[in-house]
């Protein structure tokens, strides 16, 4: 069920055409909003301001931007997730695994900022916050709990930064979102001793909404040298109204019907240091928080079948700490680095095959140029090590116990690891 688009709907969507893959951050969450922070691990972000991206992760840092600034880049991804484990169903068991099931993706980004005088500076944004996608393909032998699933996010802010005193700073905006996504899980090759042909649809469901939310953020310039960023973005509802196809066990066939599925974009809240050091060597930390204990569970509301459970996820919280450096080596060249820990969204025991969230650690490099005195071109890389984490399921859910009756409990294992190289070009009018 497609819905109808406005006019700003297309212009963020002609700007952020690009191709969802397994989230980096924690969850379905996208840390790559530019490839300046890329460089340093997203470390102190809420209190940086390099260029106009500032304003994605604090509205309030726009009053460091003069004049009017245009920042615009792209992030490769590579990830490489394998999925390895067994299928156990009676006295039988087979192997189930999948190999490199994410997507490679390139990350587009764009911003705009304009400073109206002294106090007041507005800002535009167009990003995306949110996106994942798994393919697990036809062959899975434990697809009975899921094969595939893609939740992805595009999103425009429009925001004003106000400078309140010489050192206290307020900023905030509103934020527009377009969402979409779908999950879908199949019958493997054991099931035909049940009868039921391989490759029969058992769950799908598709389906997209657009909705609003805000952010705001503050900084406290302490001194000269020394400097404190806080921010936080508000949870958006998306309710995704598409189409469904479930198995009926009653009727020994594929139904299809339509609905929707209510799925939280969580909030998130960030503060962050920036410390200049010497005149040379910067220092920068942040911690992020996520309240992913709001992603609770996957429910279809259908026009037939009504109350449909597609999967229960019952996440946890999760925090992210990054530390990270800048160092001017000359004039025009900046080098960076930096280290993350960013903390899974779930226990062991509520892992899954479709979004196998573990604990990640970054590792990142970059540098910006000067090319002249108003353009500047940045380049990031960051290397993430997946914890190897254990799967099983059923999980003691309803709606997995009824998957592991038709084709068996699945056991494994998932390992893991993601690189990422970008570049961000800026010009200040």
């Not at 410390?275 to 992603?295: E, R």
Request: aromatic residues 10%; charged residues 20%; glycine residues 10%.
């Amino acid at each position: 069920m497609k819905t109808n688009k406005t006019f700003l709907t297309l212009a963020v969507a002609a700007s952020l055409a690009s191709v969802p893959t397994l989230s980096h951050a924690a969850g379905f969450q996208l840390a790559e909003y530019s490839a300046t922070g890329l460089g340093r691990a997203y470390a102190g972000e809420a209190a940086m301001a390099d260029n106009a991206s500032a304003q994605w992760r604090n509205p309030a840092m726009l009053t460091y931007l003069n004049g009017t600034q245009v920042s615009t880049g792209a992030i490769y991804v590579n990830p490489n997730v394998d999925v390895h484990g067994d299928v156990t169903l009676g006295n039988s068991s087979r192997r189930a695994e999948s190999n490199d099931y994410a997507n490679d993706a390139v990350i587009p980004n764009f911003y705009l900022s304009h400073q109206i005088n002294d106090k007041l500076v507005a800002g535009l944004a167009l990003g995306t916050n949110y996106g994942m996608e798994t393919e697990l393909g036809s062959n899975f032998a434990a697809s009975h709990f899921g094969d595939e699933a893609m939740v992805k996010t595009m999103e425009a802010n429009a925001n004003l930064g106000y400078q309140l005193t010489d050192a206290v700073s307020i900023g905030g905006g509103v934020r527009y979102v377009i969402g979409e996504g779908h999950f879908g899980a199949k019958s493997p090759k054991q099931t035909e001793a049940l009868g039921l042909p391989q490759g029969t649809t058992l769950k799908y469901m598709e389906g997209e909404d657009t909705a609003w939310g805000w952010q705001a953020g503050a900084a406290w310039q302490i001194n000269p040298s020394n400097r404190i960023g806080l921010t936080y973005k508000s949870k958006v509802d998306l309710k995704l109204t598409g189409t469904a196809n479930m198995y009926v066990t009653d009727y020994k066939s594929v139904i299809n019907d339509t609905g929707y599925m209510s799925l939280t974009m969580p909030a998130t809240a960030e503060i962050a240091s920036f410390h200049q050091v010497t005149d040379k060597l910067a220092l920068h930390g942040s911690i992020n928080w996520t309240d992913w204990s709001s992603f609770e569970k996957l429910e279809a509301q259908l026009d037939k079948l009504k109350t449909v459970m597609v999967k229960e996820e019952n996440w946890e919280d999760n925090y992210r700490f990054a530390l990270g450096a800048t160092y001017q080596l000359d004039s025009k060249l900046a080098l960076r680095s930096g280290v993350a820990y960013d903390m899974g969204a779930v226990s062991d025991q509520n892992r899954t095959i479709t979004i196998p969230e573990t604990d990640r650690i970054w590792l990142s490099i970059g540098a910006g140029y000067d090319v002249t005195e108003q353009f500047t071109v940045d380049a990031g890389f960051t290397y993430i090590v997946a914890k190897d984490a254990s799967i099983k399921e059923s999980r003691g859910y309803e709606s997995d116990n009824s998957a592991q009756k038709v084709g068996g409990q699945f056991t494994g294992q998932t390992t893991g690891s993601v690189w990422l190289l970008g570049v961000q070009a800026s010009y200040r009018f």
